[in-house]
């Protein structure tokens, strides 16, 4: 009967204690599937993406260049034998001697670009597919992608196998960078809403760029070459698993109904956007060409040592994060001065990218490669914002394709970076090639006059407002007319779903809370 009892006891203790853990599984579900909370919760997960493959792009700055020095092939080098040691019958002595790479530097080079250039390449189909199927999914694959090609990286031991990871990681950002930021700006369709969102992803970005080659240096030397690699491909492993638990990307959609984006290539030709994506390479052009040539030229210059070429970059970070809080500030307070501000930013970097060269110490050094960071902050925070804006005001509200040509835009510069910046060093020197990115970034500035009445622009003149405010003229209206209706009625649509029916809700409830 005692038996009895205890395991009755036993019983009702695990049911309650099953309750207890469902009620509040269920609870937690409701709060993390709550519209402003999971907004929230996506940006972090969207930052965090954004955080990792800017680290992965940086982190192999001071860990490639010794790691191939430490593989490269050995031969064995018979010394010659003094006349004592022959007449002494001496066995020959032999050294181990490394062989001569006279490509090394160009293999470096075509290494750090490898990234950037399949980045490049794959954009305008990533952007087309997230186009089709919305950003959950795509940012999905874009994590997975990146995991696997990090433990690759992690463990690969040959020059073949790290340019194949290096290459696997830019198919990755593809997918995860511009399905990150087009998210964002669906999610957040209040102007100023949108532009602090996407400086917060922005500030990670800075932040994994500057931190990485330390992070990725005092790892290496301590902890060996896979543990870098590791920890970042663990972080993307749990960022996909968070995405997972919040959206559920594989459950409730109804992708037949989801608005067809506009084609990239009506993007590309768009006078606006093409003069916004050539704003965006120009500025970021001093950023991905010093980075491989500026530790060399301390050293030979002012004789720096190895802490302060690591931490050249690191006190940048934070000017640029004051430049990302004053855009926004700006851009809620005068948004139709976006055009002005980016300008502005240009100007900084052209004039701060000629005055490079006049440094002579470290602390000099370091003024203005701070006001080179604080104007891209500018372009960025400022231009960033603007093509969603034109993209809504212009075309259909899906954003996959126009952040697929930001996307370009910084993988051209960054790609061409590692490889043209050195022979342009060799040919022409460091202080023609800085005095030659200024003097670009100062000319393409006014160019941005071209956007100064873009925010004078009515909104109902896009396909998306036209289909909001118009009755249907067809099967394809009809159905979102439909939707519209019914979402009414549940006051919400699927958390994961960005189909027509997610947007009118949301203007719904903008529109009731005016």
Same mark, same amino acid.
């Given at each position: 009967?005692?038996?009895?009892?205890?395991?009755?006891?036993?019983?009702?203790?695990?049911?309650?204690?099953?309750?207890?853990?469902?009620?509040?599984?269920?609870?937690?579900?409701?709060?993390?599937?709550?519209?402003?909370? %999971?907004?929230?919760? &996506?940006?972090?997960?969207?930052? =965090?993406?954004? #955080? !990792?493959? +800017?680290? @992965?792009?940086?982190?192999?700055?001071?860990?490639?260049?010794?790691?191939?020095?430490?593989?490269?092939?050995?031969?064995?080098?018979?010394?010659?034998?003094?006349?004592?040691?022959?007449?002494?019958?001496?066995?020959?002595?032999?050294?181990?001697?490394?062989?001569?790479?006279?490509?090394?530097?160009? %293999?470096?080079?075509? &290494?750090?670009?490898?990234?950037? =250039?399949?980045? #490049? !390449?794959? +954009?305008? @189909?990533?952007?087309?597919?997230?186009?089709?199927?919305?950003?959950?999914?795509?940012?999905?694959?874009?994590?997975?992608?990146?995991?696997?090609?990090?433990?690759?990286?992690?463990?690969?031991?040959?020059?073949?196998?790290?340019?194949?990871?290096?290459?696997?990681?830019?198919?990755?950002?593809?997918?995860?960078?511009?399905?990150?930021?087009?998210?964002?700006?669906?999610?957040?369709?209040?102007?100023?809403?949108?532009?602090?969102?996407?400086?917060?992803?922005?500030?990670?970005?800075?932040?994994?760029?500057?931190?990485?080659?330390?992070?990725?240096?005092?790892?290496?030397?301590?902890?060996?070459?896979?543990?870098?690699?590791?920890?970042?491909?663990?972080?993307?492993?749990?960022?996909?698993?968070?995405?997972?638990?919040?959206?559920?990307?594989?459950?409730?959609r109804t992708r037949q109904n989801m608005q067809q984006g506009t084609p990239i290539y009506k993007l590309m030709?768009?006078?606006?956007?093409?003069?916004?994506?050539?704003?965006?390479?120009?500025?970021?052009?001093?950023?991905?060409?010093?980075?491989?040539?500026?530790?060399?030229?301390?050293?030979?210059?002012?004789?720096?040592?190895?802490?302060?070429?690591?931490?050249?970059?690191?006190?940048?970070?934070?000017?640029?994060?004051?430049?990302?809080?004053?855009?926004?500030?700006?851009?809620?307070?005068?948004?139709?001065?976006?055009?002005?501000?980016?300008?502005?930013?240009?100007?900084?970097?052209?004039?701060?990218?000629?005055?490079?060269?006049?440094?002579?110490?470290?602390?000099?050094?370091?003024?203005?490669?701070?006001?080179?960071?604080?104007?891209?902050?500018?372009?960025?925070?400022?231009?960033?914002?603007?093509?969603?804006?034109?993209?809504?005001?212009?075309?259909?509200?899906?954003?996959?394709?126009?952040?697929?040509?930001?996307?370009?835009?910084?993988?051209?510069?960054?790609?061409?970076?590692?490889?043209?910046?050195?022979?342009?060093?060799?040919?022409?020197?460091?202080?023609?090639?800085?005095?030659?990115?200024?003097?670009?970034?100062?000319?393409?500035?006014?160019?941005?006059?071209?956007?100064?009445?873009?925010?004078?622009?009515?909104?109902?003149?896009?396909?998306?407002?036209?289909?909001?405010?118009?009755?249907?003229?067809?099967?394809?209206?009809?159905?979102?007319?439909?939707?519209?209706?019914?979402?009414?009625?549940?006051?919400?649509?699927?958390?994961?779903?960005?189909?027509?029916?997610?947007?009118?809700?949301?203007?719904?409830?903008?529109?009731?809370?005016?």
């Open positions: 009967m005692a038996t009895t009892a205890v395991v009755g006891l036993a019983k009702s203790a695990v049911v309650k204690f099953s309750d207890v853990v469902g009620e509040r599984s269920k609870q937690i579900s409701g709060a993390v599937h709550e519209p402003k909370r %999971q907004r929230k919760i &996506l940006l972090v997960i969207v930052c =965090i993406a954004m #955080l !990792l493959d +800017n680290m @992965l792009y940086m982190v192999i700055v001071p860990i490639i260049p010794d790691y191939l020095e430490t593989i490269r092939t050995y031969k064995l080098v018979y010394l010659p034998l003094t006349l004592n040691e022959t007449l002494l019958n001496a066995t020959r002595k032999t050294v181990l001697e490394r062989s001569p790479n006279p490509n090394e530097d160009i %293999q470096i080079g075509v &290494l750090f670009a490898s990234k950037a =250039i399949l980045q #490049l !390449l794959s +954009n305008p @189909l990533t952007g087309t597919f997230i186009d089709r199927v919305g950003y959950d999914i795509p940012l999905l694959i874009g994590l997975t992608i990146i995991f696997f090609s990090t433990v690759t990286f992690a463990f690969g031991e040959s020059y073949a196998m790290l340019f194949i990871a290096r290459s696997m990681q830019g198919l990755g950002s593809a997918f995860a960078d511009t399905s990150g930021i087009a998210m964002i700006a669906d999610n957040y369709t209040e102007e100023s809403e949108r532009s602090k969102a996407l400086g917060i992803a922005l500030a990670f970005i800075s932040f994994g760029s500057l931190v990485a080659p330390p992070f990725g240096g005092i790892l290496y030397q301590f902890a060996g070459k896979r543990v870098p690699f590791l920890v970042l491909s663990l972080i993307s492993l749990l960022d996909g698993i968070m995405l997972l638990i919040v959206i559920s990307p594989f459950s409730n030709i768009d006078p606006y956007i093409a003069v916004v994506a050539g704003a965006l390479t120009t500025c970021n052009i001093p950023l991905a060409f010093l980075e491989p040539t500026i530790s060399n030229w301390m050293k030979e210059t002012m004789n720096a040592s190895e802490w302060q070429m690591g931490l050249t970059w690191l006190p940048a970070f934070f000017p640029h994060i004051l430049g990302v809080y004053i855009t926004v500030k700006l851009a809620a307070k005068y948004p139709n001065l976006q055009w002005f501000y980016g300008a502005l930013g240009l100007v900084i970097i052209g004039a701060s990218s000629c005055t490079v060269p006049a440094c002579r110490n470290f602390e000099e050094l370091i003024i203005p490669l701070c006001f080179l960071c604080f104007g891209i902050a500018l372009v960025d925070t400022a231009l960033l914002p603007t093509l969603a804006f034109l993209v809504d005001i212009r075309y259909v509200s899906v954003y996959g394709s126009v952040y697929a040509i930001a996307d370009i835009s910084y993988s051209l510069a960054y790609a061409l970076g590692p490889i043209v910046a050195g022979q342009i060093v060799h040919n022409s020197g460091f202080v023609q090639l800085n005095l030659g990115m200024g003097l670009v970034n100062i000319l393409y500035a006014p160019a941005l006059l071209f956007l100064r009445n873009v925010w004078l622009m009515k909104p109902s003149l896009s396909e998306r407002n036209l289909l909001l405010e118009e009755g249907p003229k067809g099967l394809y209206d009809t159905i979102k007319m439909e939707e519209r209706k019914a979402a009414k009625k549940s006051h919400g649509s699927s958390p994961g779903s960005h189909s027509m029916s997610a947007v009118l809700v949301d203007s719904d409830q903008e529109d009731s809370s005016e």
